[in-house]
């Protein structure tokens, strides 16, 4: 059974920081690209961050400089530590992994979302 479990949503002020965790089990963590979606309220899901299997990142331009997106193969973890917070971060954060593996290549799973709230 595949599970993406996302923690470290909360409240936090302008200009602060949070880190997101997000655990899988189920899949060969390191034969999965790994993302960060967020979706707020009346809007689509977007992918904020991304990192492939080689570790290559790339970012939204609305977060770029601001966050970085991380993953430690040895513990099926991939973080999102984002300073700087802006009100229009405000969302629920999603998890994604999607697998490399020729015979399922693009196959993806989602976690289960943890709500980001910026606000004074």
């Known amino acids: 059974q595949v599970q993406l479990v996302e923690s470290g949503g909360g409240l936090v002020q302008p200009g602060g920081s949070l880190r997101l965790s997000c655990v899988a089990s189920?899949?060969?963590?390191?034969?999965?690209?790994m993302g960060w979606y967020r979706q707020a309220p009346g809007k689509q899901r977007v992918l904020v961050a991304r990192i492939t299997t080689d570790g290559s990142t790339n970012y939204a331009d609305s977060v770029e400089g601001r966050f970085t997106i991380s993953r430690d193969n040895a513990k099926n973890t991939v973080y999102l530590q984002m300073n700087s917070l802006k009100p229009e971060d405000t969302a629920v954060y999603y998890c994604n992994s999607q697998s490399t593996l020729y015979w399922e290549y693009g196959k993806e799973y989602w976690g289960q979302g943890t709500q980001v709230t910026v606000a004074s």
């Open positions: 189920g899949i060969p963590f390191n034969r999965n690209a």
